[in-house]
């Protein structure tokens, strides 16, 4: 009384019923398997030019997202990382340093974080907010490496009613490594899939008075605009293991 038709999709499979003798358009599309996910790790890197922003630190010469599952380890080469930062010059409760790999998961820019992010909804990022004891008060100032006075974390989009507008809120913990110039981040991104893009973007909030006096933020991005695809590897027509389709 039915017969089976596989979506032309081949990441994901729709049981389809149709009774015989009735329009190809009554399908019923009763199960939905969710999508096919690749066994093997794959990558996906872009490059970006070097000396576009004033601080070496912030400044993205390549990227390189590795994804097992939803298990991704990022990669952002910079310039140059010191061996130490100054931390909690910016005032008050400030983002003062950044580097993060955010994912449009649904590859859809107007969707999620849309104001800046280019529509991702997750990030895995390493950063630093200035968090003075008490409003008012300035923070101690600490020294130390890019990974000593760091958060590391998968962050998912939010957004926020009260003062209408996007932002990213801690979701869970990410380990993070420097090996030379280059800064890796790693935890598990949700949903990833084939229409999913993403970016590199590192953020420094300046408070030197001699290269320009006053509070100044500075980022980089790669790509400089908009976001790139995760370059998922084609996969074989097969049905999920384990799955039945009755």
């Known amino acids: 009384p039915y017969e089976i038709f596989e979506t032309k999709d081949p990441y994901q499979f729709i049981r389809i ?24 790790t794959f990558t996906s890197s872009i490059q970006d030019a070097r000396g576009d922003v004033p601080f070496d630190f912030i400044d993205i010469v390549g990227a390189r997202v590795e994804v097992k599952g939803e298990e991704v380890a990022a990669e952002i080469e910079l310039a ?35 104001e800046w992010a280019y529509g991702a909804e997750y990030e895995l990022a390493v950063q630093h907010w200035v968090m003075p004891y008490r409003e008012g008060e300035k923070a101690k100032i600490l020294v130390g490496s ?20 996007w932002k990213f809120m801690p979701l869970s913990p990410a380990l993070a490594e420097v090996k030379g110039n280059t800064l890796r981040i790693s ?13 590199a973007h590192t953020y420094y909030y300046q408070t030197s ?6 509070f100044w933020t500075f980022g980089d991005s790669a ?24």
Do not use: C, H, M
């Open 146 to 165: 890019l990974l000593d006075n760091t958060e590391k974390v998968v962050s998912r989009a939010e957004f926020d009613q009260k003062y209408n507008r």
């Open 17 to 40: 019923v149709q009774v015989k003798g009735e329009d190809i358009k009554d399908i019923d599309y009763s199960v939905l398997l969710p999508p096919l996910r690749p066994t093997s």
């Open 223 to 246: 790509p400089d605009d908009g976001s790139v695809p995760l370059k998922w590897p084609v996969l074989s027509k097969e049905r999920p293991s384990g799955r039945s389709l009755y």
């Open 80 to 114: 140059n990382i010191p061996e130490e930062f100054t931390f909690n010059r910016a005032p008050g409760r400030a983002l003062e340093y950044g580097w993060s790999i955010s994912f449009d998961i649904d590859g859809d820019p107007t969707t999620g974080n849309s």
């Open 187 to 199: 935890g598990k991104i949700p949903g990833l899939n084939p229409k999913t893009r993403w970016r």
């Open 209 to 214: 008075k001699t290269f320009k006096p006053g």
